[in-house]
């Protein structure tokens, strides 16, 4: 058997994030065999050195640190894992490209448009490898959605509609700040479910749809003010807690999509529908294995929407994995994210999403708060999306 090379991996992060890719390093070899190269779980970062020793041991890393300044420098580290709150993301990545560490960031890129371009000018600078972590395209249905569209088998697409809906922070009780709920926090995050929960939607319909060009858009934070953990003041709340925008897209289509922490009685209902000349498409997170399907073509007495179980081995990913019929989970994309960016350094090929391809989706993030904030359409500066052709496959 050939030795296969060690990329050696330091995480810094322990919270949600890291555990999924602490899962996703963990696992890849096992699966994807034929990968010439490993993850190792060198160094694990975090400040609480108790907590990220207790981390360390349940994940198997080497070593710990409590400065991420001290990771980025050690000479055994060649991929930096950014599992932090969005403020951070701009510092480190800078600082890892700056010491020619290969970089893998959780989304959004930044909390702006001006902090994640200079993330992507120095990851040009400095030609390391990259990739940011939007990993709802790796769930194999919606691998198969893309391909699905790009054979043109939906003909002109008309309508692509997505929503994220969830209702964790309805009561006022809900603090903002602090490690559990730094995303209610304007600062570290940025911006509420437009960076959170619609910047996925939004990379999953540019990569299947092409780009979007303008946008007009209406947010709402329906509890103004919040107690702040880290200094126990009532503090007024600055993210959005609900956004709408419609759209159109670079092929003529038109979107809307929708995202809020208010919807009472979901937790993750993310979903999405393509609408074409010739067929629909439809996903929802809550039946991931699943990919509903609609073809005009059909005959009138058959024809309906149909169910396409995504688990044979001639779909995405699925011949990783078990026998047809038996399903895969959320932290499966993980997985996938992990082998396809190992894959990439073999090939040297980009890993889409790569900083470029996470700038594009963070300049409609931006769009559509200008466009909330001034009640104005607003463009969106994208002009092309990688990985996207308006010509079938």
């Known amino acids: 058997m050939a030795t296969k090379k060690e990329i050696r991996i ?29 993850p190792v779980l060198k160094a694990v970062c975090s400040r609480n050195a ?3 020793q207790a981390f360390a041991d349940q994940w198997g890393y080497e070593s710990i640190e409590t400065d991420w300044r001290a990771l980025i420098a050690r000479d055994d580290i060649d991929a930096v894992d950014i599992c932090t709150p969005n403020d951070t993301h701009a510092e480190i990545a800078i600082a890892a490209a700056e010491a020619g560490k290969m970089i893998l960031c959780e989304k959004p890129l930044a909390r702006t448009l001006a902090e994640a371009q200079q993330m992507v000018d120095a990851i040009d600078k400095a030609g390391v490898a990259n990739t940011v972590w939007y990993n709802y395209r790796r769930i194999p249905a919606v691998t198969l959605a893309k391909q699905i569209v790009a054979s043109g088998k939906l003909g002109r697409i008309f309508h692509y509609r997505a929503n994220f809906l969830q209702d964790w922070t309805i009561s006022a009780d809900v603090p903002q700040g602090g490690a559990g709920t730094w995303r209610m926090d304007v600062e570290a995050a940025g911006s509420g479910v437009t960076g959170d929960l619609l910047a996925h939607c939004i990379d999953t ?54 995202s809020t922490r208010y919807a ?24 991931l294995n699943r990919l509903e399907y609609f073809d005009h073509a059909d005959e009138g007495i058959v024809r309906g929407w149909r169910s396409i179980h995504v688990t044979d081995g001639d779909q995405p990913y699925m011949d990783k994995w078990w026998v047809p019929g038996l399903g895969i989970g959320y932290e499966h994309s993980f997985i996938h994210q992990v082998a396809d960016f190992l894959k990439s350094l073999e090939t040297g090929e980009p890993c889409s999403p790569n900083f470029q391809d ?25 002009e092309e999306f990688a990985g996207y052709s308006k010509e079938p496959a």
């Open 264 to 287: 009472r009685g979901h937790k993750a209902l993310y979903t999405f529908e393509i609408n074409g000349e010739n067929a629909s498409i439809r996903w929802d997170l809550h039946d």
């Open 10 to 38: 330091g995480l810094i992060g322990t919270g949600f994030m890291g555990r999924t890719h602490s899962n996703g390093y963990s696992q890849v070899s096992h699966f994807f065999p034929e990968l010439e190269y490993k």
């Open 205 to 258: 319909a540019m990569w299947i749809n092409g780009a979007i060009t303008d946008v007009s858009a209406v947010t709402e934070t329906f509890v103004k003010e919040r107690m702040h953990q880290l200094t126990g003041q009532v503090q007024p709340v600055g993210i959005d807690d609900a956004c709408i925008f419609h759209c159109h897209f670079d092929n003529g289509s038109l979107g809307l999509f929708e």
């Open 50 to 52: 108790q907590k990220v």
């Open 358 to 382: 996470a700038l594009e989706t963070q300049k409609v993030c931006e769009a559509v708060l200008e466009s909330a904030a001034s009640r104005s359409w607003k463009e969106t500066g994208v």
